[in-house]
């Protein structure tokens, strides 16, 4: 429970550690730049299938449980879950580290690719179909606009 907290913390988008603004000052600005460089790392590790697949199995065993018997910490483990993957995805691609040909997988791909090996895409079509649910509707639905990010519309069209 602490780890995944602190995890979730240290993903947070470098854009609301600042103040939801891109600093103008030249040393506040190095600062919000390692911080993304800093995320860039945490998200290319977050494509590993064993993560994503421990984070999946998780929150699968914690959606079994009917909302009854679920306590105030299982309620957190989801949302900080669902946050954590949402944190992940938000991560800015870093253009000089992904000089990669058209078709090469990006490291969000990759991490599209990990969730769907891991079951964790259809945990959130499930979280975002169903009424049981609707509390966390939001935080998948946040979740599946950012996993499209990367996508042109042109392309997802077809």
């Known amino acids: ?13 470098a854009f609301l550690c600042f103040n ?5 000052d030249k040393t506040t600005r190095k600062f919000y730049l390692e911080v993304i460089a800093q995320l860039q790392c945490y998200k290319e ?13 998780k ?15 299982d309620r957190l483990v ?3 879950i669902l946050i954590l993957i949402r944190n992940i995805l938000h991560v800015p691609v870093n253009p000089e580290d992904e000089q990669r040909t058209d078709d090469d997988a990006s490291i969000h791909d990759q991490i599209l690719w990990a ?4 079951g964790l895409e259809d945990l959130l ?5 169903s009424d049981d649910e609707h509390q966390f509707a939001l935080h ?19």
């Open 1 to 13: 429970m602490a780890t995944l907290r602190l995890i979730v913390n240290l993903t947070q988008p």
């Open 20 to 24: 939801a603004s891109i600093p103008e």
């Open 45 to 57: 590790a977050f494509a590993d299938t064993g993560i994503l697949g421990v984070l999946s199995e």
């Open 59 to 73: 929150l699968a065993s914690l959606l079994e449980k009917t909302w009854e018997d679920r306590q105030e910490d």
């Open 78 to 80: 989801i949302e900080r």
């Open 115 to 118: 969730m769907h090996a891991s």
């Open 125 to 129: 079509l499930y979280i975002g179909g």
């Open 140 to 158: 998948a639905l946040e979740v599946i606009s950012l996993m499209f990010r990367e996508q042109k519309p042109e392309a997802l069209a077809r």
